[in-house]
């Protein structure tokens, strides 16, 4: 998966924590931009929960359509619990996607469903919000990446400055 592309695209989100929180999880995963329609985060953008100042690096752009301006490469994969759907763990990344996610008090819609190239749960007891969805999903895609970097030197660029702990070997 070298040539790459995340787009998140959220769907009227609802909690302003939950879109920061989002936004934190693309810091963290990489994505590379996150779309989202309706007008409810921007009555409540005043209260920010992106700690990590993902909003620097990757774009929230809202739009009237998640669909709009979209590459002719670029996969739609909406992340729902609809009947029929491909339970995550199952589910094969494409190398460059849009990944929608349903608001938190309601569902995609049915055009948009229709459109989509996959749709894909994440077998639970019961539903997630969007922000732990968004994580899972982005957390699955990068597990089942062969070209994930891992080991010491990960942990060591990554991990909070306070953070000095380290497993003592037996």
């Known amino acids: 998966?070298?040539?790459?592309?995340?787009?998140?695209?959220?769907?009227n989100p609802k909690s302003v924590t939950n879109v920061g929180a989002v936004m934190r999880a693309c810091g963290c995963y990489r994505a590379d931009e996150i779309r989202y329609t309706g007008d409810r985060y921007d009555n409540a953008a005043k209260h920010q929960t992106d700690t990590q100042k993902a909003g620097?690096?990757?774009?929230?752009?809202?739009?009237?359509?998640?669909?709009?301006?979209?590459?002719?490469?670029?996969?739609?994969?909406?992340?729902?619990?609809?009947?029929?759907?491909?339970p995550l763990p199952a589910f094969e990344h494409p190398d460059k996607a849009i990944y929608i996610f349903g608001p938190e008090d309601s569902t995609i819609?049915?055009?948009?469903?229709?459109?989509?190239?996959?749709?894909?749960?994440?077998?639970?007891?019961?539903?997630?919000?969007?922000?732990?969805?968004?994580?899972?999903?982005?957390?699955?895609?990068?597990?089942k990446n062969q070209q994930t970097v891992v080991g010491d030197d990960v942990i060591r660029q990554n991990r909070d400055r306070n953070n000095t702990v380290q497993v003592k070997t037996k």
């Open 1 to 11: 998966m070298s040539d790459e592309k995340v787009i998140i695209g959220l769907t």
């Open 56 to 86: 620097a690096k990757i774009p929230l752009i809202k739009q009237q359509s998640l669909l709009d301006d979209l590459a002719d490469d670029i996969s739609i994969v909406c992340v729902e619990l609809v009947v029929g759907a491909t």
């Open 109 to 143: 819609k049915q055009p948009i469903i229709d459109k989509a190239d996959a749709v894909v749960y994440i077998p639970t007891v019961g539903c997630m919000n969007m922000a732990a969805t968004v994580n899972v999903l982005l957390y699955d895609r990068l597990a």
